[in-house]
């Protein structure tokens, strides 16, 4: 892992989002990886947050906000390096595997409580082969 990646998830960059592509779901993945980190079946790109959500909704003509807005009523497993997850449906027939990810850290908050309360908080959100989008957020760990 890069190390711009453990440091968004360590929550030490709050400015930046997280982008995960997997390699079947956006054409450019050479283009991708020049700025990027390889990683098994995709790319992990780390960017400041507004060219980040511009670069997310021109490789997968989705903004970002829209994304996590279908995604949050349904709760998800994202793995915690933020390159796929476990989709909701996986029960069903099909393929289940997250065509993308995008993530952002939000800084730690005690008046909020809750999760936030406990540290930064990692924000995921995926959309599946079969479409279906989902959530998940998680305490940053060091």
Known sequence: MDEKR???LAGERPDDV???FD????????RLAKVGESVEGGIVLILPGEE???AFQRAVGVDPMTLAQSAM???GEIDRGCTGGVCPAADEDGDHHARFV???AE???????GLYAEGDVIHAYARCDCDT???EKWVAED
Do not use: C, I, K
Request: no cysteine; charged share 25%.
């Open 6 to 8: 453990e440091q968004f």
């Open 102 to 104: 995008f993530a952002f």
């Open 23 to 30: 390699e079947r779901a956006v054409s450019g993945m050479d």
């Open 133 to 135: 989008t989902y959530s």
């Open 18 to 20: 997280l982008l995960y």
């Open 107 to 113: 800084e730690q908050n005690e008046e909020v409580g």
């Open 52 to 54: 980040g959500r511009a």
């Open 73 to 75: 009523g349904n709760e």
